[in-house]
């Protein structure tokens, strides 16, 4: 059975509709959630710690949108995780990540960007603390999907991330950094079968559940 895009972005009557770019642009809307008194200055100082200049970004009441190349959409998110990351503060991030959609636009991008990831060195002194994590792909348009999940689910077992199947979703374990290098490389391997994927994640730290 063909998936077919939930967005409803090839509807003729919404806005965006035709509006579609074949442009590398890979994006993604997170939520940052600091179970803490000081989460405000937590998530304003992750914002302004982060080094957004090889991406578009923008910030609203509810989330925060990173748009651009794969590979410095996920150094800046996975440095703004890093960044907000407090002792003892339980605190998760929760988003998806997004590539190739027919009602996607050519615009709200920064493309021309080159070289290293300006986040790279924070993302490794900083991005050892372990976490929870859990994530759902969705490669749509295409019959064999189940394909590419298993494949993502073996590439999870290869970086250590001790992948458990779970109602709904994957859960992982690791680090901050492993985590968000594993959610690039299924972004990577996706690019290279399907048009359109979708990847809902979900981390936290510090988490004050204890499992068995």
Same mark, same amino acid.
């Given at each position: 059975? $063909?998936?077919?895009?939930?967005?409803?972005?090839?509807?003729?009557?919404?806005?965006w509709?035709?509006?579609?770019?074949?442009?590398?642009?890979?994006?993604?809307?997170? $939520?940052?959630?600091?179970?803490?008194d000081?989460?405000?200055?937590?998530?304003? @100082?992750?914002?302004?710690?982060?080094?957004?200049?090889?991406?578009?970004?923008?910030?609203?009441?509810l989330?925060?949108?990173?748009?651009?190349?794969?590979?410095?959409?996920? #150094?800046?998110?996975?440095?703004?995780?890093?960044?907000?990351?407090?002792?003892?503060?339980?605190?998760?991030?929760?988003?998806?990540?997004?590539?190739?959609?027919?009602g996607?636009i050519?615009? #709200?991008?920064?493309?021309t960007? $080159? @070289?290293?990831?300006p986040n790279?060195?924070v993302?490794?002194?900083?991005?050892?603390?372990?976490?929870?994590?859990k994530?759902?792909?969705?490669?749509?348009g295409?019959?064999?999907?189940? #394909?590419?999940?298993a494949?993502?689910w073996?590439?999870?077992?290869?970086?250590?991330?001790?992948?458990?199947?779970?109602?709904?979703?994957t859960r992982?374990? @690791?680090?901050?950094?492993?985590?968000?290098?594993?959610?690039?490389?299924?972004?990577?391997?996706?690019?290279?079968?399907?048009s359109?994927?979708?990847?809902h994640?979900t981390?936290?730290v510090?988490?004050? $559940?204890?499992?068995?």
């Open positions: 059975m $063909t998936q077919s895009c939930s967005c409803s972005c090839n509807r003729d009557d919404l806005p509709a035709g509006r579609g770019t074949d442009l590398d642009i890979s994006g993604c809307r997170f $939520t940052l959630y600091p179970m803490s000081d989460f405000i200055d937590i998530i304003l @100082g992750a914002l302004e710690q982060t080094d957004t200049s090889y991406v578009w970004s923008q910030t609203d009441a989330s925060t949108v990173y748009r651009g190349k794969l590979p410095y959409v996920m #150094d800046a998110v996975a440095a703004l995780f890093a960044n907000a990351w407090r002792e003892g503060v339980h605190m998760a991030i929760e988003g998806q990540i997004s590539k190739g959609c027919p996607d050519s615009g #709200d991008s920064v493309l960007c $080159t @070289g290293d990831a790279a060195r993302v490794a002194e900083r991005g050892d603390h372990p976490v929870h994590a994530f759902a792909l969705y490669p749509l295409v019959e064999d999907y189940i #394909d590419d999940i494949q993502v073996r590439l999870a077992e290869q970086r250590g991330l001790e992948p458990t199947s779970v109602h709904y979703c992982l374990e @690791g680090t901050i950094s492993e985590a968000f290098a594993f959610l690039q490389e299924v972004c990577e391997l996706m690019e290279k079968t399907v359109h994927y979708v990847v994640f981390m936290n510090n988490s004050p $559940t204890e499992e068995e």
